[in-house]
Each structure stands twice: as C-alpha cells, then as structure tokens.
T-cell receptor, first 117, second 111 residues
Framework: GAVVSQHPSWVICKSGTSVKIECRSL??????MFWYRQFPKQSLMLMAT?????????EQGVEKDKFLINHASLTLSTLTVTSAHPEDSSFYIC?????????????FGDGTRLSIL | QKEVEQNSGPLSVPEGAIASLNCTYS??????FFWYRQYSGKSPELIMS????GDKEDGRFTAQLNKASQYVSLLIRDSQPSDSATYLC???????????FGKGTLLTVNP
C-alpha cells in the first residue's frame, strides 16, 4: 500500500519551456503532498507543501510564480516549472501522506529528473 | 531553528556486521520519527517509523528512540552490500506535517 506515482521520470527540454510534473497517490487519499528538489550529492530541499483544495505553502526562497503547484483532488498534485532555465535542472520529488493522523509518514514518488538545455 | 543532525559518513562496514546510524534533533516536542533509505539517483524509501521511546524491530532493522536525549538511531543487522545507500533521518516537528530531514549518512557495506 501507500504507492505514489510521479510522471514523467525524465524531461529534457529547451530553456524557456514550461514543464508540468504530476504526482498521484494510487491507493490512498492524500490530503497533503510535498514537493522537494535535490541537487547532486545534496540533501532534499522542501519547496512547498500542498493541501487539497487550498493554495500551496512555499518555503522561504522558493518563487511561487515560477513553481506553480495545484492540488485539485485528494490523489493528484502538479508542479509546473514555468519558463525553465538551466539552473532549474534538478531532481524533483513529490511525496504524499495519508491524512487524519500526525503519525503518518510521507511516501515518495520515484522523482522526475529535469534537464534544461 | 529546528534541525536534524546526522554524521554524513561515509560509514563503511563489512558484510555481515551491524551498521549503526545515529541522528539527533533539536525540537524536544517532536513526536514522529522516520528512517528513509535513498539509493544513488533514486527517491527516498521508507524503512522504519518510530513514535515511542525504546526499540522497534522490523526484520534486520531496529530503530531506537530516546526522547529525553533527543536521539534516534537505526541499527542494521547482518549488513548486506545491497544496504549500501544514504540513510535519511526525518523528524515531524509539528509544522503542517512537514518533515525535517537530516543530510543523510552514506553507508557502504563491503563484500
């Protein structure tokens, strides 16, 4: 149980393109989803917390107009990197948790490797 | 600032040995603690969760929690080369269910 699917796995695109990444909880309802970014040999960096039906909460230093997050249902959150540039190239990972209890862990998707040329 | 500290390693152990990974956290009120394993180039995978003081065992893995000392550890018995990965300690410090992650300890199990 607690499977999180993330799509696509790899994206290579030109500078200036917008890229959408989907994160789905397949066998549970996720009231809260999280988006992380990880650069090579560095730790996870939380970008934003996404609650179903409300605006995402962004961490300090993360541009909300550049990284658009939508959490329209209890099983789907999307991250759109708008007008991507080479410095946005990174490993983006979503996670989701089952709602209702503070003891629930986060379950991670497989991640999306984004390369901007 | 709320922090989770881990020794970055690398920690190198021979196959069959016990690997001991340690983590300290700054928020005394934290209630939920998790260990994740992350292979190179992959996303984190949940190994263990622990919420009460003491030990919790799951197969070759044992998580230990001491809230008074603000310390959580992970023991891996009979370590295998396939256990070679970065182990992330994560703590729920009560802020909208966010987890605060340590920087991870790189474990290498040598055949």
């Amino acid at each position: 149980g607690a499977v999180v699917s993330q799509h696509p796995s790899w994206v290579i695109c030109k500078s200036g393109t917008s890229v959408k990444i989907e994160c789905r909880s397949l066998d549970f309802q996720a009231t809260t989803m999280f988006w992380y970014r990880q650069f090579p040999k560095q730790s996870l960096m939380l970008m934003a917390t996404s609650n179903e039906g409300s605006k995402a909460t962004y961490e300090q230093g993360v541009e909300k107009d550049k990284f658009l997050i939508n959490h329209a249902s209890l099983t789907l959150s999307t991250l759109t990197v708008t007008s991507a540039h080479p410095e946005d190239s990174s490993f983006y990972i979503c996670s989701a948790r089952v709602g209702g209890s503070s003891n629930q862990p986060q379950h991670f998707g497989d991640g999306t490797r984004l390369s901007i040329l | 600032q709320k922090e989770v500290e881990q020794n970055s390693g690398p920690l190198s152990v021979p196959e069959g040995a016990i690997a001991s990974l340690n983590c300290t956290y700054s928020d005394r009120g934290s209630q939920s603690f998790f260990w994740y394993r992350q292979y190179s180039g992959k996303s984190p995978e949940l190994i263990m969760s622990i919420y009460s003081n003491g030990d919790k065992e799951d197969g070759r893995f044992t998580a230990q929690l001491n809230k008074a000392s603000q310390y959580v550890s992970l023991l891996i018995r009979d370590s295998q080369p396939s256990d070679s990965a970065t182990y992330l300690c994560a703590v729920d410090m009560g802020s909208n269910y966010k987890l605060t992650f340590g920087k991870g300890t790189l474990l290498t199990v040598n055949p």
